[in-house]
């Protein structure tokens, strides 16, 4: 733990990172600090901040290669020489000897590597932060890709998120940073994470991804190939699709770019909502559009590894949650966080309401294209924070997605309008799940399920005022031996108090005479506190 840290501190002051902060944002004694740092004797040298911070994520290995290629899609928040490089991440991580790969696959496959394919490609096609891609092709014929996992990436990666888990550790005695929770976020990432490194998990989400979009014009999903598909190594149809952030070609074959871009919010929220299923890495670099219909395009998505779901209760708050703002209906966004537990009980509604009107009327007002859902979800954030809000763990994947999502979009059509596109399938959506043939649906969902508890109904019936009838039972009994207690309880202090009375009046009667002598030469201020100390010995 401590060389990493370490490491990461080496790492911070090789490239300078330091220069990237703005410092005229930050608090004077942090101003101050960095003024006086140690690290402004270190060169910043010939390269650009955007090269600087892509080669530091790479050396720092893939946790943090994974946040800039999320970073890499909000070119509204981020210079366009830092995007351009962060870009980069997204497939073109320095890869592993191709000899390591081909030794890899032998050994998850068991076999030498001309039984499994007739044709494998020593140079990768593309290298990620966990895994490489290489070209090959069966004794069937069909061309395929083989992903391979990174040798020791797992070693590293556990190191990474031991660090984490101290950074968030020490956040949580923060007040102002424990309501992120930051141990539970952590603690989701990590999972996410971890099962990128099982191939057959990704496999698994992959075919059932291409079972959702089974002959749709939205999306298309390459086949898995089960049979030559391990923990570490996984087989699958080869796409020919273009790279979604390669505008220029997309352009050059005539792709309509504003079609593409609300398709790509259209599959998205059929994920969430219809499927309750997303792809949960859509960053560009797992997204290609298909060549044959331009005017007509189809998103390719592959790398399955990050999944996510909702239960049905966040799903149906978040969607009322989206039509509220699209109404600019704040008082109804913020009765949702209260009754969903988002915020405290005690949160008043309409002083919610009131702060997030206040910071969210100024953006809503602007015309509905310029409107970045990444600067809603921020001013709500910062106006919940002192509501005492916390990040709910389950939905960090859904508003990862949701940028990925609006900054891929707006880099295809900078016109996107992504809550016009939204806004009618959420309605629908709304209106199906709480019309007829919601309640429907439903009640065929459910139908195995009470076809097999219709007959048992009565004898349930019965259990349950069996059941009833032996709590009255027993509660009456309980009553009865309470008041039995009481009724002891109160004996005993009355035979108490005549206890001490009889004492006391024969301690009196014995002790009268020298008392009556004593008494005689007392004023009777003395006379009056022994009399009262009687009368409470007689009382107690």
């Not at 608090?27 to 960095?34: E, S, T, V």
């Not at 997309?250 to 079609?259: N, S």
């Not at 953006?363 to 409107?371: A, M, Q, T, V």
Request: charged share 25%; net charge positive; proline share 6%.
């Amino acid at each position: 733990m401590g060389l990493r840290l370490l490491r990461i501190m080496w790492v911070i002051t090789r490239y300078r990172l330091d220069t990237l902060l703005p410092l005229a944002r930050l608090p004077w004694w942090l101003r101050l600090a960095f003024l006086l740092s140690p690290l402004r004797l270190v060169p910043v040298g010939r390269r650009s901040g955007g090269e600087r911070l892509r080669l530091a994520l790479e050396s720092l290995g893939p946790i943090f290669v994974k946040f800039g290629q999320l970073l890499s899609t909000r070119r509204d928040l981020l210079p366009e020489e830092i995007a351009d490089e962060l870009r980069r991440l997204q497939d073109q991580v320095p890869p592993f000897p191709g000899r390591e790969a081909r030794a890899l696959v032998e050994s998850e496959l068991h076999l030498p590597i001309d039984a499994a394919f007739a044709h494998f490609e020593p140079e990768p096609l593309a290298s990620a932060s966990i895994a490489q891609v290489h070209a090959a092709r069966l004794h069937s014929g069909e061309d395929v890709v083989v992903k391979i996992i990174r040798p020791g990436i797992d070693s590293v990666m556990r190191q990474d998120m031991a660090l984490m888990y101290r950074v968030a550790g020490l956040l949580t005695l923060i007040p102002e940073a424990r309501r992120l929770r930051p141990v539970e976020v952590v603690r989701d990432y990590e999972a996410t994470l971890f099962d990128e490194l099982d191939l057959h998990k990704e496999a698994a989400n992959t075919s059932q991804l291409k079972r959702n979009f089974k002959d749709s014009p939205l999306l298309y999903v390459p086949t898995i190939h089960w049979s030559h598909t391990r923990r570490r190594v996984m087989v699958q149809e080869r796409i020919h699709g273009v790279p979604v952030a390669d505008i220029a070609a997309l352009r050059a074959q005539g792709t309509d770019l504003k079609r593409l871009a609300e398709r790509g919010v259209e599959i998205f929220f059929t994920q969430v909502f219809r499927d309750n299923f997303f792809h949960a890495d859509m960053h560009p670099g797992n997204i290609f559009v298909a060549r044959e219909t331009p005017h007509d395009p189809q998103y390719i998505a592959i790398d399955c590894g990050i999944v996510g779901s909702l239960t049905r209760e966040d799903q149906d708050y978040l969607a009322r949650n989206l039509l509220a703002f699209f109404h600019q209906d704040y008082y109804e966004v913020a009765a949702l966080h209260i009754e969903s537990g988002w915020v405290g009980e005690e949160t008043r509604a309409n002083e919610f309401a009131a702060a997030i009107r206040t910071v969210c009327e100024p953006i809503l007002e602007k015309p509905l294209k310029d409107i970045s859902f990444g600067q809603v979800l921020l001013g709500l954030f910062q106006t919940a924070r002192r509501f005492n809000m916390e990040v709910q763990p389950q939905l960090v994947l859904l508003q990862k997605t949701l940028l990925n999502i609006e900054g891929l979009g707006r880099q295809l059509y900078p016109d996107l309008d992504l809550w016009t596109t939204a806004k009618p399938y959420l309605e629908r959506w709304m209106k199906e799940r709480a019309g007829a043939t919601g309640f429907w649906e439903s009640l065929k969902r459910q139908a195995p399920e009470l076809s097999r508890q219709l007959p048992e109904l009565p004898s349930v019936a019965h259990q349950a005022l069996s059941r009833i009838e032996h709590e009255h039972r027993q509660r009456r009994r309980q009553a009865q031996a309470m008041n039995g207690i009481q009724q002891q309880l109160r004996e005993h202090r009355r035979s108490g108090r005549r206890l001490r009375l009889g004492l006391l009046l024969g301690g009196l009667a014995l002790a009268w005479q020298p008392l009556s002598a004593w008494a005689a030469g007392q004023p009777w201020p003395v006379l009056a506190a022994a009399a009262l100390g009687v009368l409470l010995l007689a009382w107690q």
